[in-house]
């Protein structure tokens, strides 16, 4: 299911708005994308902040998903992302 900024998805969504380092950002997703008890694992390409992952993960908790770990292509270990997600199983193909 896609996470998307506001106005990208056509049907009615949920919407988490988080801090930036610069700033503030949202995300949304449709209301009907997770089932209630929806075992989900979440997918993205950098884990930086932590800040994407963590309104991510909001947004699967708060419509009922079970949220069994973040997997990630890259990680920049320095910018301390896992730090947001403590209690999440976070799996990292590539470590900067």
């Excluded at 930036?20 to 929806?38: C, M, Q």
């Excluded at 390409?45 to 908790?61: F, P, Q, Y």
Aim: net charge neutral; with cysteine.
């Amino acid at each position: 299911m896609p996470l998307r900024k506001p106005g990208k998805l056509p049907a009615a969504v949920e919407r988490v708005t988080y801090d930036l380092e610069y700033g503030s950002a949202s995300l949304e997703v449709h209301r009907d994308a997770i089932v209630p008890g929806r075992r989900v694992l979440l997918v993205d390409d950098v884990l930086a902040t932590g800040g994407t992952a963590a309104a991510s993960a909001e947004l699967v908790v708060r419509l009922g998903g079970v949220l069994l770990g973040c997997a990630f292509v890259a990680e920049i270990a320095a910018l301390a992302g896992r730090a947001k997600l403590p209690d999440v199983p976070i799996h990292s193909v590539l470590m900067y």
